[in-house]
């Protein structure tokens, strides 16, 4: 007995015909999608994550400003000692601060210019890496990707600069140590 709620066809209720999908690179397939699929297909086939427990787009921040202090330590550590080495040179400054042009050997002016490039390379590297460490640790924690590992990185990046200036100092007290009277 046909059905008057229907319109007289029948109780049974059918699908609405489904859209084709596009095939599996076609560009229109959403992003997700396409993740998705692919994790699933990386799970069936039992390929463990890399790096269990740790993503690594979230120690990005961390290990940059990391390598901003451990660098840029390093190089003001040897320019501290080129700076602390010209103390050798301090009889041929006069009572005004004033050096002589003749006092100074050829050796004062490598070791002073090696001193300023180490120190500026020191300081340089330090702001670049520490720049990328601060703003990869802001998105991190703003975007709840390794909150921990964002903060530590901020963290670093801010208080590196006084590692890098204490370890330029330490390195000036280690240069010119020798020349102490």
Not at 91 to 109: F, H, K
Not at 131 to 153: C, D, E, F, Y
Request: net charge positive; hydrophobic share 50%; glycine share 14%.
């Amino acid at each position: 007995m046909p059905s008057t709620i229907t319109g007289g066809h029948s109780d049974q209720h059918t699908a609405a015909p489904r859209a084709a999908q596009p095939p599996a690179g076609h560009p229109c397939r959403s992003r997700a999608e396409r993740i998705r699929r692919s994790a699933r297909r990386v799970r069936r086939a039992g390929i463990p994550h890399p790096l269990p427990g740790i993503e690594p787009p979230r120690l990005i921040a961390f290990v940059a400003s990391l390598l901003a202090v451990v660098i840029g330590s390093i190089l003001a550590f040897f320019g501290g000692i080129q700076s602390g080495s010209l103390a050798q040179f301090a009889g041929a400054i006069d009572s005004n601060g004033n050096v002589e042009s003749g006092a100074l050997p050829a050796s004062a002016n490598q070791i002073a210019l090696a001193a300023g490039a180490l120190s500026v390379a020191a300081f340089l590297v330090w702001g670049a890496f520490a720049l990328w460490g601060l703003i990869q640790g802001i998105i991190a924690g703003v975007k709840n990707r390794g909150r921990g590992w964002g903060i530590a990185a901020i963290v670093l990046s801010v208080v590196g600069g006084g590692i890098v200036f204490v370890f330029f100092v330490v390195g000036a007290g280690i240069g010119a140590a020798p020349y102490a009277s």
